[in-house]
């Protein structure tokens, strides 16, 4: 948020993820852990716009929703390297950077980032190197944006859960709890 200088950045959890298994927790529960986790944060915000949608989560229709709500002003789309990696897969990829910059998170693993000529045909030239640039157009870009290393994911913490390790420090405690208390990501399986 601070490198993009975005005013905002908004979590919008999956309803129906199309691109992995049905996950253990419902749609409801992680809109509530997501917004448990970013509530004090200033800038962060939640939104529940694919929850309120009924089938699949695909991107495009969000990005027209928030293009429709947001107008001309410029919208990232952020991704992280491992989901940038499919996108081809996904349901109307291609209209993607009429819709949204794409900012691709490296995260700790990723030395590289794919030349030109190894993207997409419709991501070819839309390659940034200063975050400034997102600001000038409401869409089009495509820039790869390092992170802070936290070599941390979701399905890690979801693993970690099952075999009844500790991830104190991996998410927010008040997350944590509700976790604890819904009995989320536990292995059924009684340990003897």
């Known amino acids: ?3 993009l200088v975005l005013e905002e950045v908004r979590f919008v959890p999956a309803a129906f993820p199309p691109h992995r298994r049905t996950p253990v927790a419902g749609a409801e529960q992680r809109l509530h852990m997501t917004g448990l986790a970013v509530s004090e944060i200033p ?8 929850l309120r949608r009924p089938g699949p989560s695909y991107t495009v229709p969000t990005l027209q929703s928030f293009r429709a709500e947001l107008g001309q002003r410029p919208i990232c789309l952020m991704v992280g390297m491992d989901a940038f990696q499919g996108i081809e897969s996904w349901h109307r990829a291609s209209d993607l950077p009429q819709l949204s910059h794409l900012v691709v998170i490296l995260r700790p693993g990723w030395d590289s980032v794919p030349q030109d000529e190894a993207l997409p045909q419709w991501l070819r030239g839309r390659r940034c190197s200063d975050p ?5 157009v409401p869409a089009g870009k495509l820039i790869f944006q390092a992170v802070r290393p936290h070599d941390i994911s979701g399905s890690q ?3 970690m859960l099952a075999r009844g390790e500790s991830v104190h420090s991996m998410i927010p405690g008040v997350v ?10 536990r292995n ?5």
Do not use: H, K, V
């Not at 800038?43 to 694919?50: H, I, K, Q, S």
């Not at 709890?177 to 990501?185: D, F, M, P, R, V």
């Open 188 to 192: 059924p399986i009684q340990r003897t």
């Open 176 to 185: 944590e709890a509700y976790i604890e208390e819904c009995g989320l990501y």
């Open 1 to 3: 948020m601070q490198t």
């Open 43 to 50: 800038g962060f915000r939640l939104d529940d716009r694919e």
């Open 157 to 159: 913490i979801r693993a």
């Open 132 to 136: 400034s640039e997102l600001a000038l």
